[in-house]
C-alpha cells in the first residue's frame, strides 16, 4: 500500500499572486504619484531609477541613493524620504511613517490616485 503523496503545488502559488497583485498596486499608486510631481511616471517600473525619483519628489540630492544601498543606514534613508515624499504632498509624518514606510500597499495607492497635489519639498 502506498501512502506517499505528493506535495500539492498549487499550495505555492496563492501567495505568489498576492504579492503579484500588491506590486502592481504600489506600482501603480507610485506611476500616479511621479506623474502629479512632474517626473516621468514610467520611472516607477525601473529598479534603482524609481528610488532616484523618489528622492528627486522628496527633495532629497540624488547622492543619497548610495545611503540605500549600507545596510541599517538605508532604514532611516528610507524613513526620511517617506516622511518628506508625504510632506510633499500636504500630507503629515504620520502618513510618510504608516502609509507610505510600514503599509506601502496601501499609502502609495492612496497618495497617487486621491485628491493630494504635489506642492513639491517641504522647506527645512
Same mark, same amino acid.
Given at each position: #500500500?502506498?501512502?506517499?503523496? $505528493?506535495?500539492? $503545488?498549487?499550495?505555492?502559488? !496563492?501567495?505568489?499572486?498576492?504579492?503579484? /497583485? !500588491?506590486?502592481?498596486?504600489?506600482?501603480? *499608486?507610485?506611476?500616479?504619484? !511621479?506623474?502629479? $510631481?512632474?517626473?516621468?511616471?514610467?520611472?516607477?517600473?525601473?529598479?534603482?531609477?524609481?528610488?532616484?525619483? #523618489?528622492?528627486?519628489? /522628496?527633495? =532629497?540630492?540624488?547622492?543619497? &541613493?548610495?545611503? +540605500?544601498?549600507?545596510?541599517?543606514?538605508?532604514? +532611516?534613508?528610507?524613513?526620511?524620504?517617506?516622511?518628506? #515624499? /508625504?510632506?510633499? +504632498? *500636504?500630507?503629515?509624518? %504620520?502618513? %510618510?511613517? &504608516?502609509? &507610505?514606510?510600514? @503599509?506601502? @500597499?496601501?499609502?502609495?495607492?492612496? &497618495? %497617487? !490616485? %486621491?485628491?493630494? =497635489?504635489?506642492?513639491?519639498?517641504?522647506?527645512?
Amino acid at each position: #500500500m502506498d501512502t506517499t503523496t $505528493a506535495p500539492d $503545488a498549487s499550495i505555492g502559488v !496563492f501567495p505568489i499572486i498576492i504579492s503579484l /497583485a !500588491f506590486a502592481v498596486l504600489v506600482i501603480a *499608486g507610485l506611476w500616479k504619484i !511621479f506623474s502629479k $510631481a512632474g517626473q516621468p511616471g514610467w520611472g516607477a517600473i525601473i529598479p534603482i531609477y524609481n528610488v532616484y525619483l #523618489m528622492l528627486k519628489v /522628496a527633495g =532629497r540630492p540624488g547622492w543619497w &541613493l548610495i545611503l +540605500f544601498i549600507i545596510p541599517i543606514v538605508n532604514i +532611516f534613508v528610507s524613513l526620511i524620504v517617506a516622511i518628506d #515624499m /508625504a510632506k510633499s +504632498f *500636504g500630507k503629515g509624518a %504620520g502618513f %510618510g511613517v &504608516l502609509g &507610505l514606510w510600514l @503599509f506601502t @500597499f496601501v499609502g502609495y495607492p492612496m &497618495l %497617487g !490616485f %486621491g485628491d493630494s =497635489r504635489y506642492q513639491g519639498p517641504a522647506a527645512a
